[in-house]
Structure formats: C-alpha cells, structure tokens
Antibody, heavy 118, light 107 residues
Framework: QVQLQESGPGLVKPSQTLSLTCNVS??????????WSWVRQHPGKGLEWIGY???????YYKPSLKSRLTISVDTSKNQFSLRLSSVTPADTAVYYC??????????WGQGILVTVSS | DTQMTQSPSSVSASVGDTVIITCRAS??????LAWYQQRPGKAPKLLIF???TLQSGVPSRFSGSGSGTDFTLTINSLQPEDSATYYC?????????FGPGTKVDIK
C-alpha cells in the first residue's frame, strides 16, 4: 500500500523559508513511473497545484510561485521536499504531497497545516 | 492557464437522490479530467480519472462523463458518507488546475 507522509514545521515566520518533506513508502520514487507532487489548500478554499518532480530531478513549478519555489528529490531516502522562500501570511495553507500518474493524483498524504505568522 | 468552473457551488440532497455536478474548462482538455472527493479535515480522494474511468475501490454509484470542455460527475443513490466537497481537475495543459469545488450536503 502506497503511503505518503508530510513533515515539517507548522509555524514559519514571515520572510523566512517554508520547508517540508514527503516520505514515500510502499513505492519507489526511482521507479520512474510517477511525478511526485505538492498541492496546497488555503484555509476554507480550494486546491492549488504548486509543483512536481520526477525521480531524475526534473521539476515543474506553478509559474506564479516559480521564483520562490524549489522541489527536490532524495531517492536514497525515498522522499522529496519543498522549499518556499520569502513566505507571507498568504502562504498559510494545508500542504499535501501526492503521487501523480498520467495527469491525476492517486495517492495523497494526510496534509500538514503550515501557518505563516510572527 | 486553463480555468475550471463548477456548478452548482453547493447542493443539498436526500439519501437515495441522484446528484449531478458539472465542470467546465475554459479550453478543450480532451478527456484529461479527474474528480476528487474531500471530506472535512481529510485529504482529497481520487474518484474518477480520464473523465470516466472509476478509480479502483470507488463505489459504482459514482460515474463521470464528458470530453472537450464539459464534464459531469453523477452520484446515484446518494449515501450519507457522500457528504463532501467535490473537485474537478484538468491535466491537459500546464499548469494543472482545479475547479473551485462543489459542496454536497445531505438533507
């Protein structure tokens, strides 16, 4: 059974960098069959895709976040990570990691709430 | 970006009813459409992909149809556990975009 689990700080100060990691179990990131993704959800709002990465390290970002966003992969640990710099309260959201297969997301982590506040 | 709209934004229906949710893309997306169910406080769950293919383990009362720009999600014989918000998502063009969601309540 594929499982994804997000981890990281739940509180980040404005202007700092938000860093999250997604640990994958039950599947190998190195299999090359999927893109490993981040999706966020602002409180009470809809879903927003923000980026994904292939096991090779090729990453694709939502254009409006590209200047602040870095997604990386560590195949030896079977995990991938997100770094979002210069955060503001507008980046407060539940962040989900998910597995993307041929366009859709079939497995999701439980999500982690990250609050940006001083 | 391909904009996704959904209607209605919310619907209240009784157990056993049929609920139809529509999703429209601002440009043609062929069949690159997925539907998700999200219960409060939970992660989204994939229901349908490729516009009409039911994800393994999803009850057959859920069905999807459409292609191009207009799509529907139909929930037959609504059950109490179907109370949730439903999102459509397109993957035909970059970046991936989601619809705003449709909240389904049980009367």
């Amino acid at each position: 059974q594929v499982q994804l689990q997000e981890s990281g700080p739940g509180l980040v100060k404005p202007s700092q960098t938000l860093s999250l990691t997604c640990n994958v179990s039950g599947d190998s990131i190195s299999s090359g069959d999927y893109y490993w993704s981040w999706v966020r959800q602002h409180p009470g709002k809809g879903l927003e895709w923000i980026g994904y990465i292939y096991y090779s390290g090729n990453a694709y970002y939502k254009p409006s976040l590209k200047s602040r966003l870095t997604i990386s992969v560590d195949t030896s640990k079977n995990q991938f990570s997100l770094r979002l710099s210069s955060v503001t309260p507008a980046d407060t959201a539940v962040y989900y990691c998910a597995r993307r297969v041929t366009g859709h997301f079939d497995y999701w982590g439980q999500g982690i709430l990250v609050t940006v506040s001083s | 970006d391909t904009q996704m709209t959904q209607s209605p934004s919310s619907v209240s229906a009784s157990v056993g009813d049929t609920v139809i949710i529509t999703c429209r893309a601002s440009q043609g997306i062929a069949s690159w459409l997925a539907w998700y169910q999200q219960r409060p406080g939970k992660a989204p769950k994939l229901l349908i992909f490729g516009a009409s293919t039911l994800q393994s383990g999803v009850p057959s009362r859920f069905s999807g149809s459409g292609s191009g720009t207009d799509f529907t999600l139909t929930i037959n014989s609504l059950q109490p556990e179907d109370s949730a918000t439903y999102y459509c998502q397109q993957a035909n063009s970059f970046p991936i975009t989601f619809g705003p969601g449709t909240k389904v309540d049980i009367k």
